[in-house]
């Protein structure tokens, strides 16, 4: 569950799909890119550096380790994806370790009168047939969930930055 001890045997691949989540954000596509690729490609708040861990940058591309807390708070699983960005409409991250052998997932920005549509899906793949399908069940939720508060977030972020510069 932490990602400590990551599986990819490669046999018997599974994929489910994460999401489609989306959150309406009163604030322009831009403001909202920059609210998510911030503790990417520049400097994050104290809070997400705790969070998020950038390892390698690139210039629309980096390596990063991401801090959930999980089993009530009691431990912390760590994954590691690279994140791509492509300004101003869309963020992807790939898994490279965790506690699943597969993760793609997608942040689209979609421009909309008023604010932005942010929309993410994603597909989590597991190996070794059904004992995987099991394992992806009992991620999968636990998952969508972490998305879910990251998606508030940006945009209770977002909104700020907006209201701030009105």
């Not at 954000?25 to 950038?54: M, N, Q, S």
């Not at 300004?87 to 009168?113: H, M, N, Y």
């Not at 793949?125 to 969508?144: F, H, I, N, S, Y």
């Amino acid at each position: 569950m932490t990602g400590a001890l990551p599986l990819d045997v490669g046999v018997g691949r599974r994929t489910r799909p994460l999401g489609p989540q989306a959150v309406e954000v009163a604030a322009g596509r831009e403001a909202v890119f920059d609210v998510i690729a911030r503790p990417y490609l520049g400097r994050a708040t104290r809070a997400l550096r705790e969070k998020v861990v950038v390892l390698e940058r690139g210039s629309d591309l980096v390596l990063a380790a991401h801090r959930t807390p999980v089993a009530g708070g009691r431990l912390t699983a760590t994954t590691v994806e690279t994140v791509k960005f492509t300004r101003p409409e869309r963020v992807d991250f790939r898994l490279v370790r965790g506690p699943v052998p597969a993760v793609t997932e997608t942040f689209t920005l979609i421009e909309r009168s008023g604010g932005t549509q942010l929309v993410y899906e994603g597909r989590l793949g597991t190996d070794l047939w059904r004992v995987g399908q099991w394992w992806g069940g009992l991620v999968a939720p636990r998952w969508e969930a972490a998305v879910a508060d990251s998606l508030a977030a940006i945009r209770l972020e977002a909104e700020r930055g907006a209201s701030s510069t009105q």
